[in-house]
């Protein structure tokens, strides 16, 4: 993909860069007046829904195209650009029409790529940012696929907004950050910013901080709260929306990470630490491929003595006993149990794989005994 950094989007914008504003527009006072309050924060893009994809009909569904206006006169009030959401091929073009700065795609919409390519075949030819929300399930291909669409019909001002994934599992989120997810999408396009969505995945104020400043930590480019001048009464997502003035202050609590090419000497420092874990890397392999050799040995005396491969209270007694030092070496318990699942579904592959060689083995000498003999 071909990005441009946002550095050179045309707009002064800060880093991290800070997107916020209500989560719908919902009359020309109540965005205005969120402009105005957020006028101290020195935000870099204010945000407002118009048209506003909802789970159940008979919900406030966006104010409509009568919003646009009124989101680019607060904007313009307070000197900063303006995004919204687009789902379709007239939002794009009433949005445009309105000079609307910045578009994002929603969650609900980079899930469909009929919808996407609409959206892109619309927008060939102009040169404008496009943010795109993750899909609702955990699904990178489709958040990628979303963001190659967008960039073969020309856009490069493009980032991506990570804002968590829709769960059955019981959670504190109201969608599951899911953090491995956004990494993996910053490993295989390092250009791409990524901008976290802390109001969306959380659902709630309490948990906004935390969220945001693991996003800085794990070094993405911005952050997008959702702010409103009285959050309680707001007509879409009243949960997880601050006031401005709590906006501030959670913004002001948080710190920013360098990156690296800010800070050769830490390049340096950090490449000593890098090879250590190198060569750790390179034991842990080595250790872990000499207990395969064991559990080989293993299987061949299994198989020799006639012996089923899971003996289910040594597996038991294997993890129970791996816990308990793991935990005392600072692991949690949930890492400890990962691994060793996967060692051992490592060790059946093997065991079950020198069985049945030595099966075919024992067929082609001619001395395999059919299976109702065995065990005499
Ligand atoms: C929004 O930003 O208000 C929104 C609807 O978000 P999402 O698409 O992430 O649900
Ligand atoms: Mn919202």
Redesign the pocket.
Known sequence: MQITPIKDWGHPFNHPLIMSGP??VESEQQVKETAQQLKDFNIDIL?G?IW??RTRPNSFEGIGSVGLKWLKEAGASIGKPVAT?VANVKHVYEALRMGIDIL?I????TVNPFAVQEICDALQGVDIPVLV?NP?NPDLELWIGALERLNRSGITKLAA?H?GFSTHEKSKYR?IPRWNIPIELKRRYPDLPIIC?P??ICGNRDLLREVAQTALDIGFEGL?L?SHTCPDKAL??AKQQLTPEAFGHLVSSLHARISIEENPLAENQLEVLRNRIDDLDKYLLEVLSERMDVVRDIAEYKRENNLAIVQPSRWTEILESRLDTGMRKQLTDKFIKELFHAVHKESIHHQTQIMLNGEENAMIKGNGEPMNNKNK
Do not use: F, L, Q, V
């Not at 929603?106 to 919409?109: F, H, L, V």
């Open positions: 989560c719908s945000r829904g506003k994809p959401e994002w929603g969650a609900r919409t929300k609702i907004i804002r969608n969505d109001s969306h997008h959702e879409s997502d």
